[in-house]
Structure formats: structure tokens, C-alpha cells
């Protein structure tokens, strides 16, 4: 980071009583809490954890130095559970990343699906040239994805040059199932965290956090003999 970038020292102090504040905001809620999903100390808890990690970044940039500490970020967890006992409906909500690591591979499987259309055949000049993905892989992800389910795409990403990032499925309960098409114009804009009664997260980050368990345990075995 260049000297420009860097946070004042300023910058630095008032993070840190940033941090003091939202440790007394904390331990207030704690001590006036109503129960074990108590609201506020939810929040107070996110405010604490937002208020370190700003605090860490900005000692880290600033001095190259680090806290002993470290606090799980909001995003590791959902909140309190308040959707109905016994749900009538579910929703399972999917987010898949991919990057396009080698166009090349996804054009030509893309330009083979539309080749084997029977249909391409009948159509006439100006239909079979829509139909041609050529160099486009914005048309080439609409073949794709219009010809085979997400499932599938996810089981064999390397063979169409797809290259995973992080995915999360959460099922999320519901008093009952909505109308038809009535959320199809905003299918995401409803999704409520405590409704959700599970879900499903899978990243890299996890593997290199085991990874680095596993170094840990391996340092504190004892040498062979």
C-alpha cells in the first residue's frame, strides 16, 4: 500500500475508540438482555465485530501491526431464527459463482448444442444466424444455461471452462406458498435471514482453514524418534 493510501494516525485512534464504544454498547445489551435471542445484543454484536475489523485493517495499514484478537464477522452466521414453528412452505434460494476461466472451451461447447438443434436446421437465414454463438460469451452462457439444469453445470463446470467460486443454498421457511408468479419479477428481493431454518455454504476459505489446522496439529506433534 502506498504511503497515500494509508490511514492517518488519526484515522487509526478513532477506529480504536470506535472499538471502546462498541465494546460498552456490547456489554450493555449482555446485561439487559430479555433471552437467549435477544435483538439487540445481536446487533451489538455485529456493531463489535464490525468495529475490530475496521480497527485491524486500519493499525495493520497504518503501523504493520496487528490485534491479539479476533472476532467472527456477521457474515459467518444468520440471525435468530423467527420464521413459524411448523412450516407450511419452503424456499430454497441458490447462489452459484462461476468465472469464465477458458472462453474458448465454453464457445465451442456452446456453438456444438446449437449445431445438434434440429431446430437451427428449419429455421430461416436470419434465425440460423441469431442462432451462431460465434465469439459471444454472453450468448454462450444463455445456451448453456437455457439447455442444461444448474445441477448438471455445477457436476461438470471444467468441461464448459467454468471455474467454481463460492455457493450458499439456504431453505428458508414459509406460512404458505405464494400465488403463482408472484414473485417472479423480484425472486430475491424477499429472501428473510430468519426464516431461514438451514442452509449450505461451500468456499475456499473453508479449505484453507483446515489446511491450516491441520499445519497447527502437525506443529504441535512431538518430534519422531
Excluded at 494509508?6 to 465494546?23: G, I
Excluded at 439456504?170 to 438451514?198: I, K, M, N, Y
Aim: with cysteine; aromatic share 8%.
Amino acid at each position: 500500500m502506498s504511503d497515500a493510501a494509508q490511514p492517518t494516525a488519526a484515522e487509526v485512534r478513532a477506529a480504536a475508540e470506535a472499538v471502546k464504544a462498541a465494546l460498552d454498547r456490547h456489554l450493555d445489551a449482555v446485561e439487559r438482555r430479555t433471552g437467549d435471542d435477544d435483538p439487540d445484543v445481536y446487533e451489538a454484536f455485529n456493531a463489535l465485530a464490525a468495529a475490530a475489523e475496521a480497527y485491524d485493517e486500519r493499525l495493520y495499514d497504518r503501523y504493520d501491526e496487528v490485534t491479539p484478537f479476533e472476532i467472527p464477522g456477521a457474515d459467518d452466521s444468520l440471525p435468530p431464527y423467527a420464521g413459524p414453528e411448523e412450516p407450511h412452505a419452503l424456499s430454497v434460494l441458490i447462489r452459484r459463482d462461476y468465472a469464465v476461466a477458458e472462453p474458448h472451451r465454453l464457445l465451442a461447447q456452446a456453438q456444438r448444442l446449437t449445431d445438434l438443434d434440429p431446430g437451427a436446421e428449419e429455421a430461416d437465414e436470419g434465425e440460423r444466424t441469431a442462432a451462431v454463438v460465434g465469439g459471444s460469451v454472453h450468448a454462450a452462457l444463455g445456451v448453456l444455461f437455457g439447455e442444461y439444469e444448474p445441477d448438471e453445470i455445477a457436476s461438470r463446470h471444467k468441461e464448459f471452462g467454468l471455474e467454481e467460486g463460492d455457493s450458499t443454498l439456504w431453505v428458508s421457511a414459509a406460512d404458505e406458498l405464494p400465488e403463482p408468479g408472484e414473485w417472479l419479477s423480484t425472486p430475491f428481493d424477499h429472501a428473510d435471514p430468519q426464516r431461514v431454518v438451514c442452509r449450505f455454504d461451500v468456499s475456499a476459505v473453508f479449505d484453507e482453514e483446515e489446511l491450516e489446522d491441520d499445519l497447527d496439529d502437525e506443529d504441535d506433534l512431538p518430534p519422531a524418534p
